[in-house]
């Protein structure tokens, strides 16, 4: 089991920066894939941005290609997404999770409980 909890979302304004972090404590979290997902209201859960078990590896979605980049610190058990250019668009519940790296949310064993990240225009 890996159990995971995100932190540093909160209320920014269009054009500002938020840092999310992902603690995982648990099983080897290096051994995992990482990936983000967000869902806004009354929409479906999308896929944010993915990272292999080093960080040497990612993926973005197209929306968030070039503001956002994913990062992780294995020694720290922990991961991050800096979202830089925030737009209102970008408002949504922020989810990590760990498992196997691709895009699609069924890949992913493990998840957090979310954290909200507004952006006001």
């Known amino acids: 089991q890996v159990q995971l909890v995100e932190s540093g979302g909160g209320l920014v304004q269009a054009g500002g920066s938020l840092r999310l972090s992902c603690a995982a404590s648990g099983r080897t979290f290096s051994s995992y894939a990482m990936g983000w997902f967000r869902q806004a209201p009354g929409k479906e859960r999308e896929f944010v941005a993915a990272t292999n078990w080093s960080g040497g590896v990612t993926y973005y979605a197209r929306s968030v290609k070039g503001r956002f980049t994913i990062s992780r610190d294995n020694a720290k058990n922990t991961g991050y997404l800096q979202m830089n250019s925030l737009k209102p668009e970008d408002t949504a519940v922020y989810y990590c999770?760990?498992?196997?790296?691709?895009?699609?949310?069924?890949?992913?064993?493990?998840w957090g409980q979310g954290t909200q990240v507004t952006v006001s225009s």
């Open positions: 999770a760990a498992g196997s790296l691709a895009t699609m949310s069924d890949a992913y064993d493990y």
